[in-house]
């Protein structure tokens, strides 16, 4: 038996509040995380986000049992073909997607088994404009597998998490970053098992903005974790997206992370695995502006012309349109992105 439509119906409403009223990410994560628990419970949680087009994670928030695994948890989530996110549609279990062999998880096989773990349900937050994140939860031992009532209820809140996810990483192109120096080129150099073994000084100051550890301990280079853990997936044919992830660093300032092997002799699956960080491109940013923002493929093609100099008398030239077409285009970018005008636009959207 399920639960009732109307208790899905409230489940979602309330979830779809918190959207509506926090604007930053993060803590919009961690309110859903408790409202998701008076439905469904949980043991330990990670929450990523993902880049929307590459769908290679970004900015994880996580309780897991062992902090020092995480290179390898990270490793092995990259390399399981069951309920990977950029496969599911919506929300699955691990005891269901294997029939209650829970062995053929790799996952599960080399990491979760240790921790006592008996089930996982598995979200993915997907619209037309991209995917903007996964969510797995845990239940260890002492705790059943998950329902089909738990199931339901999950379900219910997919569409409303996922709208405020987008929009919540909208929110942040309203501001303009400021011009920065943080120390020179960022680059990490992580072994095959993502063990970190060098890096530039500039690194930490970037990864104690990304993800303060909130006492001395350094900073946890999870971004890079992700990006070099799917170079090893596209090499393993588990997934075919690039890897690179843009990254909201914080006040309006994205980052690209992207990861590739270190040309030295041997195998290459001894070579070592170098992660750069960089500023996102003006193009790039507007990419990414454009999907959060839920603009038609015809509106991104209008933007990337506004930020080649276009006026409207050579927008309706150039695309076949009215100059009175191309106006309403502008007004529905303008109402989609919050902005009155075009300067404002091009200035959110490319970071200048």
């Known amino acids: 038996m399920t639960p009732g439509s109307a208790s899905l119906r409230r489940a979602a409403d309330r979830v779809a509040t918190l959207c509506h009223r926090i604007d930053e990410e993060r803590q919009l994560r961690i309110a859903l995380l408790e409202e998701i628990r008076h439905g469904v419970a949980f043991n330990f949680y990670a929450w990523v986000l993902t880049d929307p087009e590459s769908e290679v994670g970004s ?11 995480l290179p390898r948890l990270i490793r ?10 950029t496969a ?4 699955a279990t691990l005891v269901g997607a294997t029939s209650g062999d829970r062995q053929a998880s790799l996952m599960w096989r080399e990491l979760l088994s240790s921790y006592g773990v008996t089930d996982v349900a598995s979200l993915v937050f997907r619209d037309d404009h991209g995917c903007w994140g996964f969510l797995d939860l845990w239940r260890t031992a002492g705790a059943p597998p998950f329902s089909a009532d738990d199931v339901a209820q999950l379900e219910a809140l997919v569409d409303p998490i996922t709208r405020g996810l987008r929009r919540a990483l909208g929110k942040t192109f309203d501001h303009i970053p400021a011009p920065e120096d943080r120390g020179g080129p960022v680059v990490m150099i992580l072994s095959p098992r993502l063990d970190v073994t060098a890096q530039t000084g500039a690194v930490e100051n970037y990864l104690r903005t990304l993800l ?9 280079p999870a971004g890079a974790y992700q990006v070099a853990a799917q170079l090893l997936a596209v090499e ?5 997206h690039p890897p690179s992830s843009r990254v909201h ?3 309006g300032v994205w980052m690209t992370f992207r990861a590739a092997r270190v040309d030295t002799p041997g195998s290459k699956a001894e070579q070592d695995i170098a992660v750069t960080i960089e500023l996102c491109s003006p193009a790039a940013r507007r990419g990414l502006y454009g999907r959060c923002h839920g603009l038609s493929p015809r509106e991104v093609e209008l933007v990337e012309r506004l930020a080649q100099g276009a006026d409207t008398r050579t927008l309706a030239r150039d695309l076949y349109l009215s100059e009175h077409t191309v106006q309403d285009h502008l007004k529905s970018i303008f109402a989609k992105t919050n902005t009155r005008n075009r300067r404002t636009l091009l200035s959110r959207a490319a970071g200048q």
């Not at 994880?60 to 020092?68: K, Q, R, S």
């Not at 092995?76 to 996110?85: E, I, P, Q």
């Not at 393993?236 to 075919?240: F, I, L």
């Open 59 to 69: 900015s994880p928030l996580a309780v897991v049992p062992a902090l020092d695994d």
């Open 76 to 85: 092995a989530k990259y390399l399981t073909t069951v309920n990977r996110w």
């Open 88 to 91: 599911l549609k919506r929300v």
């Open 212 to 220: 303060p550890p909130g006492d001395s301990r350094r900073p946890v």
């Open 236 to 240: 393993e044919g588990v997934d075919a």
């Open 249 to 251: 660093l914080g006040d």
